[in-house]
């Protein structure tokens, strides 16, 4: 039986859906309503028990001994989200909130500063402490809140104690899954910036695996790629995962509706037990909640989102416009052109064969390149390359495919 930490109880916002024309939108002066719509950020970890795959040797795990210092939040099984946040500031006032004042390790602190970031984010003020205290967990958050450094800081923190105190070894201590390779990337760049000292790799299929192989031989600490890839690096015998201490699976969800179920539940079967599992997921389909019923020990819930189900960051306006396929080129071209003011635009599809139709039908006018699985690494690589860049302002891609870009200044 989960422990409810964190829920929202605000009533659930009616939603108001936009039926307008595109000649509507196009004006400048419409008057309309904006509203927020859900697109879920996620992550996971689970704990289970470790069964190596033939000739997969197995050893003795690791274990934690150092501790952090208090945080003054106030943990408890029932609490509104909005009111936590609330004592957290009341109790220290604003120098609660530094995270110099948290008491992480100083290599930290210092990178996030020079990063900008010197102030917990809600989400990661509420995971903090459970965290350092070792729970399990299954957090959900709105997109935009800095999920990932929400159960980063934890496991970086005791990851670099422990390295002081024991030395550092050759097997992952930490490893990250996640749906996607755009978004494993990120995942890892987050890890590399706010604990430089660190050693991380980010393993993903459609690069060569000998490289990844000889990385990994080398000894690293924080191991996150795709369930697809860690699956042919256990069978290749090239990961240990026998001192793993902290599993998370990032877009739990998503994992599920990219195919990767099956994979996901093997490595969970050859994990160490003795471990500490953070999930964060937007949803909760009956896979995940399997998954945690089965490998999460007496997890805490923190939920910042609660039934409201607007989990895109406050300022993003969404429109609905009804077309069929056919007509959707002929009603994009035009509100591209108003909107996007010839800027960057990101166009989402829910199949590979609509990104492949619309970016066809649209490149007879504008400069536009299609983003979805299908594509080769290389390719992939070229495609966001030259959208970067301004080769081309207009990139059509699967809502998969998607999910962890980097891009700034996109404009619509």
């Known amino acids: 039986m989960m422990n409810t930490v964190f829920k929202r109880t605000t009533s659930l916002a009616s939603r108001r859906i936009l039926a307008a024309s595109a000649q509507t939108l196009l004006h400048h002066f419409h008057s309309t309503a904006t509203v927020a719509a859900a697109a879920r950020d996620a992550e996971t970890c689970f704990i289970n028990r470790f069964k190596p795959f033939p000739g997969f040797p197995a050893s ?93 800081i934890p496991i970086m923190d005791k990851i670099i104690r422990y390295n002081a105190k024991h030395g550092r070894g050759r097997n992952p201590m930490c490893l990250v899954l996640a749906p996607t390779r755009e978004l494993a990337k990120q995942v890892e760049k987050e890890f590399h910036e706010s604990a430089p000292n660190l050693d991380t790799i980010c393993v993903y299929g459609g690069t060569p695996i000998s490289r990844q192989m000889r990385q990994l031989d080398y000894g690293v600490d924080v191991a996150v790629g795709t369930p697809g890839r860690i699956i042919d690096l256990l069978k290749r015998g090239a990961l240990n995962l026998s001192e793993v201490q902290f599993l998370v699976l990032d877009e739990a969800d998503q994992m599920l509706q990219v195919g990767f179920a099956e994979d996901v539940e093997t490595i969970l079967e050859r994990l160490p037990a003795n471990r500490q599992s953070m999930m964060f997921s937007a949803t909760m389909p009956n896979w ?72 066809y039908a649209m490149a007879r006018t504008f400069k536009c390149e299609a983003l979805h699985g299908d594509i080769s690494q290389s390719q992939r690589e070229r495609t966001l390359s030259g959208f970067r860049d301004g080769h081309f302002n207009i990139l059509v891609a699967t809502d998969v495919a998607a999910r962890g870009l980097d891009i700034p200044s996109v404009d619509l």
């Open 60 to 152: 003795a795990a690791k274990g934690f001994h150092a501790k952090s210092g208090p945080l003054y939040f106030r943990a408890s099984t029932s609490l509104q989200a909005e009111y936590a946040v609330e004592d957290y500031v009341e109790e220290k006032g604003s120098e609660a909130l530094e995270i110099s004042n948290l008491g992480i390790a100083p290599e930290i602190v210092s990178a996030l500063k020079n990063r900008g970031i010197t102030k917990l984010f809600p989400i990661q003020r509420a995971v903090l402490e459970p965290a350092m205290q070792g729970r399990d967990m299954i957090g959900r958050a709105k997109t935009g809140t800095g999920k990932t450094l929400a159960f980063g």
């Open 288 to 359: 995940i909640r399997s998954l945690t019923q089965k490998h999460l020990k007496n997890p805490l819930t923190i939920d910042l989102v609660g039934e409201n189900d607007q989990k895109l960051a406050e300022g993003i306006s969404l429109y609905s416009i009804a077309a069929d396929m056919r007509g959707k080129a002929g009603i994009l071209g035009p509100l591209i052109t108003e909107h996007a003011k010839g800027g960057k635009c990101i166009v989402f599809t829910q199949t590979k064969r609509d990104a492949d139709r619309l970016a």
